[in-house]
């Protein structure tokens, strides 16, 4: 036996790979495919953490496993390389943002393979190349003639830091994702993209694909669909009306105020007959610097100030209430004007508490002199509803009265908004809209697509949030394509996550310069059999690249409603210490570390050894050398080959139990049981002595899509021919899995007393006959009348004894 030189070894084969182009997907449209995905990694200059290993072994194991299959698979990688990271990064060192992004590039490629992961690199795509952002914008400016883009004029979150509009899921929180920055609140005219006019198709979609529960439930909540009522509240003395949602149309009885944001129209509309405009502008003033988690967290002091000079007429009651503008009411969200039921809803009652305002009970059950009753009940003071204690009929019977008095209706509200889709930044996708004076925002021909980037020496962003690009003049300053006249360019860029929105599709035909893929080969790989990815990404880029495919999928441009079949997630890798793993933490763990004192086939081994594969867990080094010992002893187990092609004896019915489970766990993404039950082999090989070739080979086969390369190389040295990857994954017998013998408990009156070895077919009577002989029991029942005997088969003997 030579010494196992990992580095020789793994570099040989990983060679190897790439002269043979091994894990290319084959154009052999007839094969039975299986299209695997991960989540392509943002290329930053620190280069890839252990948690991409992670992220990336669970679909490599299941890839490599499907190969041997006889699958077809498509497993891809590439790079969503637009953004401000690089941007900033560019910013800070006078670096091109395109030589940081190849560099960052080259560096992630160099530790993918050098991990060994079988990605397709023919396939490799970069969001930031020419050819594949051309179809981007393709793609855009076909959501732009479906009228599902547009521009608004409206208080957006703005990062002061990074001079940047962020959507609210780049804003959660009220900190910017990229620096942390606190946000604030801005008006501004930017582009949206209308995500919500495909709410329902997203919420329906989910019952078409086999997600983890917590990913459908986290969508289903990002969405929020509601359904409840619009009611529209009269404004005294005025020919004007306040319109309001609410899922609760049956305590309207309940309203004794109302409360608009400070931003509503009607404020300046009817400001001449409001005698506290000043009050109100100030208030406003002070609103616009607050982010959007500051003004709408529930647990902080109720503020606002009363409107004097308009009030609301309950539609319900006709009584006259009171109007107040409040910073935890916002324009974006519904119709920035609610009714306040104070008696039933916590912060409408801090709100009336500070502010002397009536609380009237409409649902019993509760004290409501000391705190909002938000249970159910029997309906009080409610009119023609009094005496109803079921919530949905109380629902019903209330928006039949609103719709008679005609001042009413059922409705639909979405927590989710339109996509703010727009970065006043440099490095991103060049938004192909041209705005012309005659003809308004007209759309750059598509055959004049790719819009390209300009180049540009200074990458600072703007005063107030203006994009670098308006500074190029050259760029800004062309001729509109439908008349011909002066023109200006739109100057911002696309957000980071256009890109990552349909890139699953260009790796279907990646050097497609016709279209973004063809027909073709989209009917052959679509949808994504299987992607993996990150919790984090389950309300943002889910939702934005399912609502890009089910637009093309409306325009017959992809042959399935839904990209993705299914869809699972990784836990994190915490730091040796416990916590999240960042820079400031001093607790990152570089995978080419690892690499280089352990080999990669141990990383691999370890990422996927060290628990539940969708749980979180901590690094552990010494958890690292027990897989480094489990390689070693593979390695060793050369010496102890035994050339036979059939299982021996001894070692059959194992073999048979660790191929079905490590083949069953690998489908439940169970990795590190799968691992274990190949360690438990190990030790038995090594207490028998010796190991068949047949016994050999299978076990390398299944160990494989774990540690490629230290299989491979055994595989040539015991003398087998091809290669593993040319090899069938390895059946079992099933009959062969069942146990002879199984342990059971031997209780007396319910108390564990003993334990006995029993074979899984022993009949009831040979059971009771053994337990009773058995010595703890023989103890225990002295001097004692058994009265009752209980045998569950296989489990358990109970003696009732008196």
């Not at 306040?340 to 509760?366: C, L, M, N, Q, S």
């Not at 299989?711 to 593993?724: A, D, P, R, S, W």
Request: glycine share 6%.
């Amino acid at each position: 036996m030579k010494e196992y030189n990992f580095s020789a070894i793994e570099s040989k084969w990983q060679k190897y790979w790439d002269e043979h182009k091994t894990f290319e997907a084959s154009n052999d449209f007839s094969k039975k495919k299986f299209y695997g995905l991960v989540e392509f990694p943002y290329p930053s200059g620190h280069g890839m953490h252990v948690g991409h290993i992670k992220a990336y072994s669970g679909l490599e194991v299941v890839s490599r496993k499907r190969r041997m299959q006889g699958y077809n698979v498509l497993f891809p990688i590439g790079f969503d390389a637009y953004g401000l990271p690089t941007e900033n990064t560019a910013i800070k060192t006078g670096v091109h943002p395109r030589k940081v992004t190849d560099d960052n590039i080259k560096k992630f490629t160099g530790q993918l393979k050098r991990v060994g992961f079988s990605f397709d690199w023919s396939r490799v795509i970069d969001t930031t190349d020419e050819n594949y952002y051309k179809w981007t914008q393709w793609i855009f400016l076909k959501m732009f003639e479906n009228g599902l883009v547009f521009r608004d004029k409206t208080l957006v979150n703005y990062c002061p830091s990074c001079k940047v509009v962020l959507s609210n899921e780049d804003s959660q929180g009220g900190h910017c994702d990229v620096c942390h920055s606190e946000i604030v609140q801005k008006t501004k005219e930017v582009w949206y993209l209308r995500i919500t006019e495909y709410a329902d198709k997203l919420l329906q979609g989910l019952e078409e694909v086999d997600y983890l529960p917590n990913i459908k439930l986290q969508q289903q909540n990002w969405i929020g669909k509601s359904t409840g009522a619009f009611v529209n509240f009269k404004i005294k003395e005025q020919d004007e009306q306040l319109k309001i949602y609410t899922t609760r149309p049956d305590t309207l009885y309940g309203v004794t105020f109302m409360v608009i944001a400070p931003e509503h129209p009607i404020i300046q509309k009817y400001r001449n007959s409001i005698a506290n405009i000043a009050d109100l502008d100030a208030y406003k003033t002070e609103c616009a610097k607050k982010s959007e988690f500051e003004r709408t967290q529930l647990v902080k002091d109720k503020t606002g100030v009363k409107i004097d000079g308009l009030t609301a007429i309950n539609p319900i009651t006709g009584k006259e209430i009171p109007i107040y503008i409040s910073d935890y009411v916002m324009m974006g969200y519904g119709t920035g004007a609610i009714m306040a039921v104070p008696a039933h809803d916590t912060r409408d009652y801090d709100f009336a508490k500070k502010f002397g305002i009536d609380i009237i009970e409409v649902i019993k059950g509760g004290d409501i002199s000391k705190e909002a009753y938000i249970g159910d009940g029997e309906m009080v003071n409610s009119g023609e509803l009094n005496g109803i204690t079921n919530k949905k009929e109380a629902i019903e019977k209330m928006l039949t009265v609103l719709e008679k008095l005609g001042c009413g209706e059922k409705g639909v509200q979405y927590k989710m908004k339109d996509w703010a889709f727009n970065r006043q930044r440099y490095w991103g996708e060049p938004i192909p809209i041209v705005h012309c004076p005659h003809c308004g925002m007209v759309a750059v021909p598509y055959d004049e697509l790719p819009l390209k980037l300009p180049p540009v020496e200074n990458f600072e962003p703007g005063t107030d949030g203006e994009s670098p690009l308006a500074k190029i003049d050259s760029f800004v300053h062309c001729k509109c394509p439908k008349c011909g006249c002066d023109a200006k360019r739109e100057t911002d860029t696309m957000p980071q996550w256009a890109g990552s929105s349909w890139y699953f599709l260009r790796y279907c035909d990646p050097n497609n310069n016709d279209e973004f893929a063809s027909q073709e080969a989209l009917k052959y790989w679509m949808p994504v059999d299987w992607y993996n990815g990150g919790m984090e990404h389950v309300t943002r880029h889910m939702i934005y690249s399912r609502f890009w495919h089910k637009f093309l999928y409306d325009l017959g441009l992809v042959p399935t409603s839904e990209p993705y079949a299914k869809r699972t997630a990784q836990g994190l890798i915490l730091g040796p210490d416990g916590e999240k793993m960042s820079k400031s933490r001093g607790n990152v763990v570089d995978p080419n570390d690892v690499v280089d004192e352990y080999g990669a086939d141990v990383l691999r081994l370890y990422v996927l050894f060290m628990g539940d594969y969708e749980k979180a867990a901590p690094w552990s080094e010494s958890s690292v050398k027990g897989c480094k010992r489990f390689v070693d002893r593979i390695w060793a187990l050369q010496d102890k080959v035994v050339d036979s092609d059939e299982y021996s004896d001894k070692l059959r019915s194992l073999m048979h139990k660790t191929i079905k489970k490590v083949s069953d766990d690998i489908e439940s993404m169970k990795f590190n049981t799968a691992i274990a039950a190949m360690m438990t082999l190990l030790n038995e090989i090594y207490n028998v002595g010796s190991i068949t070739k047949k016994e050999f080979r299978d076990l390398l086969i299944i160990l494989n899509p774990f540690a490629p390369h230290v299989t491979e190389e055994l595989y040539q040295m015991i003398g087998c021919e091809g290669v593993l990857d040319e090899q069938e994954w390895v059946t079992y017998d099933e009959a062969l899995c069942k146990d002879d013998t199984i342990e059971i408990v031997c209780q007396i009156n319910g108390k564990v007393k003993s334990k006995l070895t029993i074979h899984t077919d022993a009949a009831k009577d040979d059971v009771i006959a053994l337990a009773k002989a058995d010595e703890a029991i023989v103890k225990a029942t002295e001097g004692k009348n058994i009265v009752k005997e209980i045998y569950v088969p296989n489990k358990l003997v109970n003696l009732v004894v008196k």
